[in-house]
Nanobody, 126 residues
Framework: QVQLVESGGGLVQTGGSLRLSCAASGRTFSNYRMGWFRQAPGKEREFVAA????????NYVDSVKGRFTISRDNAKHQVYLQMNSLKPEDTAVYYC???????????????????WGQGTQVTVSS
């Protein structure tokens, strides 16, 4: 069982940057495909980015391509989301997710991840 704790959220102006971190407990972090999702008020949780177990493959939702970068450090049991050129529409609670069942990162559904963090709030002011 892995436990996930997000950090790094906050309030930032349009065009600013934030780096989210997700710390994972357990000894087998490298066995987990990792993802970031977000949920804005009144909306469903949506996929943002995913990274394969060894970090050599990534996937992004179109709206963040070129602005966000997902990365991981398996030695430190951490996954990151660097967010640049932030926009008000990026405002949401951001969730870290993990799954050990398979390493395919092409899927974007929440059902593809079976471990979730509590979330961290990101607010982008206009």
């Amino acid at each position: 069982q892995v436990q996930l704790v997000e950090s790094g959220g906050g309030l930032v102006q349009t065009g600013g940057s934030l780096r989210l971190s997700c710390a994972a407990s357990g000894r087998t972090f490298s066995n987990y495909r990792m993802g970031w999702f977000r949920q804005a008020p009144g909306k469903e949780r949506e996929f943002v980015a995913a990274i394969s177990r060894n970090g050599d493959e990534t996937n992004y939702v179109d709206s963040v391509k070129g602005r966000f970068t997902i990365s991981r450090d398996n030695a430190k049991h951490q996954v990151y989301l660097q967010m640049n050129s932030l926009k008000p529409e990026d405002t949401a609670v951001y969730y870290c997710a993990a799954d050990e069942r398979f390493d395919w990162i092409g899927g974007t559904g929440t059902e593809l991840y079976n471990h979730w963090g509590q979330g961290t709030q990101v607010t982008v002011s206009s």
